[in-house]
């Protein structure tokens, strides 16, 4: 029985997907937080608190590393941790460190914190000669709308450390441009009370349509687990309104993005104890990397790849931050696609109806979540806004997408908010 060692998290279905695979692969772990009441405000998916089955649960200032760590040693000479992990984007650098500081498996802290600032892993790439978009990275105003000029019109701005789409707009001229900068000025803090960057981002837009590359890396081999599409929504914001694992391209279009992503893991050095979701554009002039995330993929990405091959990425996300191989066997899961999609909500208000209790026994569906009424609704501007979602899959080809899409036409007709 190893001793994982698990920094927060609990993030989206992760919050049940990363315990179930601690637990069922026979492993215990220890929780460190730095507010506990963060996890108990609201019940996470599933039927049991993931808490009840952690052997200890101790509070600690999670954001100050240079103080964590000291105080993580501490912790290693008396539990004994063979691996450490966590399952938030804001905490990957964080389980980098603590590896690097106990001697623990995992990618280098400097191949993780380039991955997570999109502006370092921008200049990596560039430096690696790996195609990507015209960018600049400013602090400033003046700086700001004179790389935009240079770049060009339209472009996209980007905060250089948040997740989920939050803040990423598309803008038309500077004028939207000084209101997107306001916008990232105004939210100095992110959700886990870590003090963000000033810096902006400023991409080229991209044209093409946009997929993932799920990869597990160990010992040095990156295996390729499959290629998900995507779709956005919600201009000018960038929101992921549905996905369908596998993608339905071209074999050239596959080998395209899965020789992009694996391109840009060696060349940030992600190439051991990693399980990524590297996101890319197949634009007209060729694949070009829009980011490198180096944790699962969200979105229940996991799941539909689950549902279609076998291959459970939490369990192996688990393995190798142990540093063991993961089980990567693809086995008959009767499943030929899987897709979901979620319910954005275009306005704000008070969610008055929405019912797909009848969708629930429809066929070749996998799940159904739906928000209650009475919640208060925003008009979404990132992945954090849903009203809940659809999935379906299908035993005979590509089709789950189409099923999903008719799927939730149907929960839409009944949607009200007021």
């Known amino acids: 029985m190893a001793h994982l060692l698990v920094v927060e998290s609990w993030v989206g279905s992760m919050s049940r997907l990363l315990p179930l695979a601690i637990r069922e692969g026979g492993h215990q772990f220890t929780f ?44 290693h000479t008396v539990l004994g941790f063979d691996g450490v992990i966590t399952s938030c984007d804001y905490y990957l650098s964080t389980v980098a460190r603590i590896a690097d500081r106990l001697g623990l498996p995992g990618p280098s802290a400097e191949a993780v914190e380039n ?33 935009a000029r240079e770049i060009g019109y339209p472009l996209v701005v980007k905060p250089v450390d948040l997740c989920a789409g939050m803040y990423v707009r598309r803008v038309d001229d500077e004028s939207q441009l000084a209101a997107a900068v306001r916008a990232l000025a105004d939210f100095p803090v992110n959700a886990r009370g870590q003090r963000r ?91 070009r990397v829009v980011e490198v995330n180096p944790r699962p993929a969200g979105n229940r990405i996991t799941e539909l790849v689950r549902h279609v091959t076998g291959i459970d990425l939490a369990a192996a996300f688990v393995e ?11 086995s008959d899961t009767g499943l030929r696609s899987a897709a ?42 990132s992945n954090n806004e849903y009203l809940g979602h659809v999935m379906a899959g299908d035993p005979d080809g590509v089709g789950a997408r189409d099923r999903v899409e008719a799927l939730l036409a149907e929960v839409r007709s009944g949607l009200v908010i007021r």
């Not at 999109?118 to 000669?129: F, H, Q, S, W, Y």
């Not at 960057?197 to 093409?208: K, N, Q, R, S």
């Not at 190798?320 to 693809?330: H, I, K, T």
């Open 320 to 330: 190798v931050s142990l540093g063991r191989e993961p089980d990567l066997r693809r």
């Open 115 to 147: 991955a997570c600032r999109k502006d370092a892993t921008r200049r990596v790439l560039a430096d690696a000669g790996l195609p990507g978009p015209r960018f600049a990275v400013h602090e400033e105003w003046a700086d700001i709308a004179r790389a």
């Open 197 to 287: 960057a000033p810096a902006v981002l400023l991409e080229e837009l991209l044209d093409g349509p946009e997929v993932s590359v799920e990869t597990v890396s160990h010992a040095g081999a990156v295996h390729v687990v499959g290629v998900t599409d995507k779709s956005v929504g919600g201009a000018p914001a960038f929101i992921e309104t549905g996905h369908m694992f596998p993608a339905a391209l071209t074999g050239a279009d596959t080998e395209a993005a899965e020789q992009t992503a694996l391109g840009a893991l060696k060349a940030l050095g992600l190439v051991d104890g990693v399980v990524a979701h590297t996101e890319i554009k197949l634009t007209s002039a060729g694949p």
């Open 32 to 75: 460190l937080t730095r507010d506990l009441h963060h996890y108990l405000r609201s019940a996470p998916e599933g039927t049991a608190h993931p808490l009840l089955g952690a052997r200890n649960v101790i509070t600690v200032d999670t954001n100050d590393t240079d103080a964590l760590l000291p105080e993580v040693e501490r912790l």
């Open 340 to 381: 979901i999609g979620f319910l954005v909500p275009e306005s704000a208000g008070t969610l008055e109806a929405l019912d797909g209790s009848r969708l629930r026994d429809a066929s070749g569906v996998l799940e159904v979540q739906l928000a209650e009424p009475g919640r208060q609704v925003k008009a979404a501007g």
